[in-house]
C-alpha cells in the first residue's frame, strides 16, 4: 500500500473500529471513481465510516439526510427571484461536494432517489441554469437499514447499478467494541480527525489505478466469471457490460491498494461478491432486501470457474 493511502487507512481505522475490510473497499471505490453502498443494521458505524473517510480527505463534505418529505431540490439545489438583481439565482443543493453522504437513502420518495442518477453517472445535474458540472473528484457514500421496511422506498435495480459496490459491515470485533464502549463512542475521535489526503494526490491515484496490469490469463478468468452469471438458469438479471466494467476497474484499485502495479486472481475473489452481487438477481429473489440468494451465488460461481495459474 502507498504511503498516502496507509495514512488515509490507518486515519479511518482510529474512528471505525470495525472490520479493516470495510475500510479497504471503500478506498477502492473511491480509487476507481465509484459510490459505495453502505447497507446494514442500525448502529454498527455505517454513517461514522462514512463521515470517518469524508473529514481524512481534504475535500468537501455534505451529508443528506433522507426522509420521506425530501424533494429533488433538496438533493439539487434551487432557483431563488433576486428581487435587487431581477433575477432567478441558483442556490447549489448538497450534491454539490466532493463526498456526498447519503444517509438512509432507502426513506426518499423514488423521485428523490432518481435525482442522484445522473449526478452518480454522469458527474453532473440538470437544473434551471441548465446542465451544471459536479466538483471532482465526486463519490456518493450511501447508507440504507434493510431490515426496515416501514416508510421505506427499495432502491430498483437501475439505482443499485449505480453504486460501484454494495457491502455490510456487521458488528466489530469483541476487543474494538469494548474499547469503543469505554471510549463513549466514536464522536470525540471523529471531530479530531484531520485532512491527511489532498485532492491532487486523491486524483493521482485514481489516475494511477487506470495502468494497473490485468494480464491475458487474468482477463479471461474476469470474463469467465461475468459470462458464468449469463450462463446459469437461476438468474434472470445476469452481470451488465457496465458490472463487468466495474469489476475490472475494482481488481486494479484493489491490486494499487495491496501496494501492486499488477493484478492478480485474488484480487478478483475478494471484490467478486461487493461488486457484482447487488448487480444480478435471482429467480426466487422479490428484489428487496440484502440479497443473501445472490451473494451466495457469485461464491458459487468463484468455486466453479477455475483459477488460472
Known amino acids: 500500500?502507498?504511503?498516502?493511502?496507509?495514512?488515509?487507512?490507518?486515519?479511518?481505522?482510529?474512528?471505525?473500529?470495525?472490520?479493516?475490510?470495510?475500510?479497504?473497499?471503500?478506498?477502492?471505490?473511491?480509487?476507481?471513481?465509484?459510490?459505495?453502498?453502505?447497507?446494514?443494521?442500525?448502529?454498527?458505524?455505517?454513517?461514522?465510516?462514512a463521515r470517518a473517510i469524508g473529514k481524512a480527505l481534504d475535500l468537501k463534505f455534505t451529508r443528506i439526510q433522507f426522509t420521506s418529505d425530501t424533494l429533488p431540490a433538496d438533493v439539487l439545489g434551487v432557483s431563488i427571484f433576486n428581487a435587487g438583481e431581477n433575477r432567478f439565482v441558483f442556490h447549489p443543493g448538497p450534491i454539490f461536494g466532493n463526498v456526498v453522504l447519503a444517509d438512509e437513502i432507502n426513506r426518499a420518495t423514488p423521485k428523490t432517489q432518481s435525482a442522484l442518477l445522473q449526478a452518480m453517472n454522469e458527474g453532473r445535474v440538470s437544473t434551471d441554469e441548465g446542465t451544471l458540472d459536479l466538483p471532482q473528484p465526486f463519490v456518493v457514500i450511501a447508507t440504507q437499514n434493510p431490515v426496515e421496511y416501514l416508510g421505506?422506498?427499495?432502491?430498483?435495480?437501475?439505482?443499485?447499478?449505480?453504486?460501484?459496490?454494495?457491502?455490510?459491515?456487521?458488528?466489530?470485533?469483541?476487543?474494538?467494541?469494548?474499547?469503543?464502549?469505554?471510549?463513549?463512542?466514536?464522536?470525540?475521535?471523529?471531530?479530531?480527525?484531520?485532512?491527511?489526503?489532498?485532492?491532487?494526490?486523491?486524483?493521482?491515484?485514481?489516475?494511477e489505478v487506470e495502468h494497473v496490469r490485468i494480464n491475458d490469463k487474468l482477463l479471461d478468468y474476469v470474463y469467465a466469471l461475468i459470462d458464468a452469471t449469463r450462463m446459469r438458469t437461476d438468474l434472470r438479471l445476469p452481470v451488465s457490460t457496465r458490472g463487468a466494467q466495474a469489476f475490472y476497474r475494482a481488481l486494479q484499485a484493489r491490486a494499487l491498494v495491496a501496494g501492486r502495479e499488477f493484478a492478480l486472481p485474488e484480487d478478483a475473489q475478494a471484490v467478486a461478491e461487493p461488486v457484482l452481487s447487488h448487480r444480478i438477481l435471482s429467480i426466487s429473489s422479490d428484489g428487496f432486501g440484502t440479497g443473501p440468494r445472490e451473494r451466495e451465488i457469485i461464491r458459487a460461481i468463484l468455486a466453479e470457474v477455475p483459477v488460472p495459474v
Open 1 to 49: 500500500m502507498t504511503a498516502p493511502l496507509q495514512r488515509l487507512r490507518e486515519t479511518v481505522g482510529t474512528v471505525y473500529r470495525g472490520n479493516a475490510e470495510a475500510i479497504d473497499l471503500v478506498l477502492i471505490a473511491i480509487l476507481s471513481r465509484g459510490h459505495v453502498l453502505i447497507e446494514d443494521v442500525p448502529g454498527v458505524g455505517k454513517t461514522t465510516l
Open 152 to 207: 421505506t422506498y427499495p432502491l430498483p435495480e437501475s439505482q443499485l447499478d449505480r453504486f460501484f459496490l454494495r457491502l455490510s459491515l456487521g458488528y466489530p470485533p469483541a476487543r474494538e467494541e469494548k474499547d469503543l464502549l469505554q471510549r463513549g463512542g466514536a464522536e470525540r475521535t471523529l471531530e479530531a480527525v484531520a485532512p491527511v489526503l489532498l485532492s491532487g494526490d486523491l486524483v493521482a491515484l485514481q489516475n
